[in-house]
Structure formats: structure tokens, C-alpha cells
């Protein structure tokens, strides 16, 4: 691959979905590696989750009494996103901010276009008028809809969307890779496979699981427990963000997912790379790795009747049966390939979970 490369240090970030799963454990890994950074961080703090766990997360980042600004709004808000780059001029933007979920898109599709269409837009102008050493967007396994042929690679055609959700992170995609080639913004898309993780986003199965496990009631197996997820753990997916950040694609006709441009000598200074685990795990395995974790760390007793408490049910409207990763050029291009297995961080987050909710 073409590359440049980066130095994030002495300069300025900005992270938005900053009070999200992803973009606060992005923020507290920037400023435990890099000695002089600023971080503005944008979130709207939306209740689609509880929005307790979004405030905790910023307090931990406000506790490392490092150069920081949070603001609460959208990036649907044009006129905040302006003034951001106006006033802090950041050399690299991640963004991470969007509505999140398969299922709520198709009750609350409002919400992806305003924050996933319109704010997404909002940033590919504001790095437009106010140059960028290198967009880096969060895309989603999502965008491979209902495709047979596994893994999943980027090289793979990713046009048939099959929830409104898929489409929107499909649009972000053909967005910056229509702004890197009239405008030669640098962008590099990153397609996240199922991240969890402590003080995760309580709507994923393995949070939502232990809710209802909690309090008793069934939990839901989807597709009767014959679908398999690549579970992809936030550190992971953070070491992969904080990698691809400092080394910004140029232009250049290496492969691209789209044909325009190709065969025709043309260069873009775009890239799109897969980050996940590359084991798609079942889950029914994954359920009984879950029990184990949470019954180790005390979250439930160890005499818990858990057939008792699992429905199988068919596939939902908007899933796919697996997901899984080909992060082959992740690992050519940034020596980096996930590691943390997922009882590992399974027991991560059962520790979090026993700790935060005081279940001990």
C-alpha cells in the first residue's frame, strides 16, 4: 500500500461519538500513548442506551486531567461541526459518532439518516474547507448484507444492504470515497465485526443476555442458535483504529472496492480495511462461554438453571446468519491482527459488570 505516515504527536484530534463504547476508549488510549495530544471529543449523548454509562466514560476521561474538550451536540449540526474545525483546526478527525443497531432502524430510521447521512456529510465538508491530514470513518461488517461467500473481504462487492442501518455505513463508504477522489481527502473506512467489551452498549446480545439472565427472564437465541458472530473486543478494535490513524493512504491505483476510477490510471487517497477476530464463534457457544464467565465472576450463582432460561427463536428481520472477517490486509498493511480470544474478553467484561453493578 501507498502510504504516508503520521505523527500525532503536538497535534490535534478530533473523536466523535466520543461518549460511545468505541470513541472513549479510543480518547483514554491517545493520551496514554502519545505525551502531547488535544482531543476535542462531540457526542449528543442520545438516550438509545442508557446514558449513565456514557457519562462515566467521559468522567474517566476527564479524570486524566489531560488537554480535552468535550462538546454535546450532533454532528447532524452543521454549524457546531464548522465551528469545531474553524476554531481547533484538527490535522486528523475519527469518526465514530452514528446510530448505532440492525434492529432499531427499522423502527427509527429518522435517526440513522439524520446522524449516519447528514452528520457523516457534515464532516466530509468540514474536512473539505478545512484540510485534513486524514479521515479515518467507522464502517460496519453490516455492509455485507446477505453475501454467502466467506470470510468477508474487502474486495467483495457490498451492494446488497438488507437493513437501513447497512445502507447508511454502504453511503458512508461511497461518501469519502467520492470527497478522496474530487478532493483529495485521505480517508480509510473500517468495517467493525461485533465489538464488546466492559461498559459495552447494553442493546449487544452478550450485555442484553446478562440483563435478562439477571433478572430472570429467558433470554432470546436467534436463528435457533445457528448463527455465528466474529466477536471483535474493544481493545482490539482500538489498536487497529489508533494504527491505521498514523499512516494516512495516498494516492495511488493500488485496489479499491469500487471500479471507479480503476483501468483508467486515476489515484485516491482512500482505503477500506476489515478489523475482526477472523473466528466467527456460534452462538450457542458463545452463550455458554458467557454463563461460565458471569457465574465466575459472581454476577449469577453458581446453581443457575440457564436451560431454563434460553428460548431458541428464528432469525430477525435485518440479521444475517454469520459474520466473518478476512483481516489478512489489516495484518499485510499494519502488522495487526486481533488477539484477545473471546472468553478472554468475555471474563473482561463479567468482572466490569460484577464491579460497575455491584452484583458481588
Known amino acids: 500500500m501507498v502510504e504516508y505516515n503520521i505523527t500525532l504527536e503536538g497535534k490535534t484530534v478530533l473523536a466523535t461519538g466520543a461518549a460511545g463504547f468505541i470513541g472513549s476508549n479510543l480518547v483514554m488510549r491517545l493520551f496514554r500513548d502519545f505525551k502531547d495530544i488535544k482531543v476535542i471529543g462531540i457526542d449528543s449523548i442520545t438516550d438509545y442506551y442508557d446514558v449513565n454509562l456514557k457519562y462515566e466514560r467521559l468522567k474517566k476521561i476527564e479524570a486524566l486531567g489531560r488537554d480535552w474538550t468535550f462538546i454535546k451536540d450532533s454532528i447532524a449540526n452543521r454549524d457546531c461541526i464548522d465551528r469545531i474545525f474553524a476554531e481547533h483546526k484538527p490535522a486528523v478527525v475519527v469518526n465514530l459518532a452514528a446510530q448505532a443497531g440492525v434492529r432499531y432502524s427499522i423502527t427509527n430510521p429518522d435517526a440513522y439518516i439524520e446522524s449516519n447521512i447528514i452528520g457523516f456529510y457534515n464532516i466530509l465538508e468540514a474536512c473539505r474547507h478545512n484540510p485534513v491530514e486524514h479521515l479515518v470513518y467507522a464502517s460496519s461488517s453490516s455492509v455485507y448484507g446477505g453475501n454467502t461467500k466467506i470470510p468477508f473481504s474487502t474486495d467483495d462487492q457490498v451492494d446488497n444492504p438488507i437493513s437501513l442501518y447497512a445502507a447508511t455505513k454502504k453511503s458512508n463508504e461511497l461518501f469519502a470515497h467520492c470527497y478522496s477522489k474530487l478532493y483529495n481527502i485521505p480517508s480509510t473506512g473500517l468495517r467493525f465485526f461485533t465489538v464488546y467489551g466492559p461498559a459495552g452498549r447494553p442493546d449487544m446480545a452478550y450485555f442484553g443476555f446478562t440483563n435478562k439472565l439477571r433478572e430472570g427472564k429467558t433470554i432470546q437465541i436467534f436463528n435457533y442458535g445457528n448463527c455465528r458472530r466474529d466477536f471483535t473486543y474493544v481493545d482490539d478494535i482500538v489498536e487497529g483504529i489508533v494504527r491505521v490513524m498514523q499512516h494516512a493512504p495516498e494516492a495511488s491505483c493500488s485496489k479499491s472496492p469500487f471500479p471507479l476510477g ?99
Open 262 to 360: 480503476e483501468g483508467r490510471g486515476e489515484a485516491i487517497p482512500y482505503k477500506v480495511y476489515n478489523i475482526g477476530g477472523g473466528q466467527p464463534e456460534s452462538l450457542l457457544d458463545f452463550v455458554n462461554i458467557l454463563q461460565e464467565e458471569l457465574v465466575r465472576a459472581g454476577v449469577l450463582p453458581k446453581d443457575y438453571d440457564f436451560e431454563a432460561h434460553k428460548e431458541l427463536v428464528p432469525m430477525q428481520p435485518g440479521d444475517v446468519p454469520t459474520t466473518y472477517a478476512d483481516a489478512t490486509a489489516l495484518e499485510r498493511d499494519f502488522g495487526f491482527t486481533p488477539k484477545i480470544t473471546l472468553r478472554e474478553g468475555l471474563r473482561k467484561f463479567a468482572e466490569w459488570y460484577a464491579n460497575y453493578y455491584k452484583t458481588k
